[in-house]
């Protein structure tokens, strides 16, 4: 076996494990946003998206920026995609809730509220506060 065709096999079992070892997006997604660096943030996660296009936490992260950033279409979009994801995400379909009642679609906000009532392990005292709230809004 000559010199080149050891290198050949060197490199065909070292560069993939060196190209998947420092792929942890959401990771350091997380790392910038916790340090409210949010573009950098922002690439990460929608490169862990590439990776895991089914990652309803990058998705719930990116809504989070975006919220952050008043881009409340954009929010909107990442935060229907978490709950098509995981219907049951409390804080997904929460923080929809309360996007819908800025909104003023009193109705839409009211029903999530309601979704979530039912299926709340965390969220349920922050949801019942908001059921009030929309229910006032409807009323005025």
């Not at 990460?44 to 936490?57: A, G, H, R, Y």
């Amino acid at each position: 076996m000559n010199i080149k065709n050891k290198i050949l096999i060197i490199l065909i079992f070292l560069l993939p494990s060196n190209l998947f070892a420092n792929t942890d997006n959401f990771g350091q997604g997380l790392i910038f946003f916790e340090k409210k660096e949010f573009e950098k943030a922002k690439f990460k996660f929608e490169q862990d998206l590439v990776m895991n296009p089914k990652s309803e936490k990058s998705y719930l992260y990116l809504s989070k920026i975006f919220n952050f950033q008043k881009k409340k279409d954009l929010e909107e979009q990442n935060l229907n995609t978490v709950i098509l994801l995981n219907p049951k995400n409390e804080e997904a379909t929460f923080n929809l809730a309360k996007l819908k009642l800025e909104k003023s679609d009193f109705q839409e906000s009211k029903m999530l509220i309601e979704k979530l009532i039912v299926f709340c392990k965390n969220y349920c005292q922050k949801s019942k506060k908001l059921k009030l709230e929309i229910e006032n809004s409807i009323k005025n």
